[in-house]
């Protein structure tokens, strides 16, 4: 389906744990990025991309790793994940040629132990 | 990017128009204005944009001031199903450092019938 989807969508682990939360996008999109949001707050940014192997840091990068081998997909890694690292994750992405509004999935729950 | 700055929180009564108004004082001549808004933990769904005349779409529209200091996004009959956060963003368009867009917390909205 055309779009951009996020896996898993909910995922428990333990402290200390690697886990990938898995974004795909089907648009061809140029730019993509990790936001984390926790309980009762706003977005934060934690990595974006502007192409293919091409990535930055964001607002709260401390912890994850981000790789953009191929345009469509934007995996962000936990190394060894954290309990502050509990949180809704968010992946989305966007165009600068066009409208370059952020199209966002649907969020990946993750609680770390 | 230019930071933005919106109240927190705000009330409207179902039927009234409500206006979310959104500070970014720092904003650069080709930066444009988005926003956004996230119904419960759903990912956030853009609303419009615009970079200094006014726009309007059928969800909304969107006032800049001729400075471009801040805007307003109206809705002009609120829902009880518009109860929602509201962000607003700045960012660049048709522009290779498009680069980091963050949110910040945004101002709940909240309807009342």
């Known amino acids: 389906d055309a779009g951009i989807t996020q896996s898993p969508r909910y995922k428990i682990t333990e402290t200390g744990r690697q886990v990938t939360l898995m974004c795909h996008q089907t648009?061809?999109?140029?730019?993509m990025f990790w936001y984390r949001q926790d309980l009762g707050h706003g977005l934060r940014l934690i990595y974006y991309?502007?192409?293919?192997?091409?990535?930055d840091k964001g607002e709260v990068p401390d912890g994850y790793v981000v790789s953009r081998s191929k345009t469509e997909n934007f995996p962000l890694t936990l190394e060894s994940a954290t309990r502050s690292q509990t949180s809704v994750y968010f992946c989305?992405?966007?165009?600068?040629?066009?409208?370059?509004?952020?199209?966002f999935g649907e969020g990946s729950r993750l609680t770390v132990l | 990017d230019a930071k933005t700055t919106q109240p927190p929180s705000m009330d409207c009564a179902e039927g009234r128009a409500a206006n979310l108004p959104c500070n970014h004082s720092?904003?650069?001549?080709?930066?444009?204005v988005y926003w956004y808004r996230q119904i419960h933990s759903q990912g956030p769904q853009y609303i419009i944009h615009?970079?200094?005349n006014n726009e309007t779409n059928e969800m909304a529209s969107l006032i800049i001031t001729e400075d471009r200091k801040s805007s307003t996004l109206i809705l002009p009959h609120a829902t009880l199903r518009d109860t929602a956060v509201y962000y607003c963003?700045?960012?660049?368009?048709?522009?290779?450092?498009?680069?980091?867009?963050?949110f910040g917390d945004g101002t709940t909205l909240t309807v009342k019938p």
């Open positions: 989305a992405s966007s165009e600068y040629r066009t409208t370059g509004e952020l199209f």
């Open positions: 648009w061809s999109h140029s730019y």
């Open positions: 991309s502007a192409a293919a192997d091409i990535t």
């Open positions: 720092t904003i650069s001549g080709n930066e444009y």
């Open positions: 615009g970079l200094k």
């Open positions: 963003i700045v960012r660049l368009l048709y522009n290779t450092n498009a680069g980091k867009s963050t």
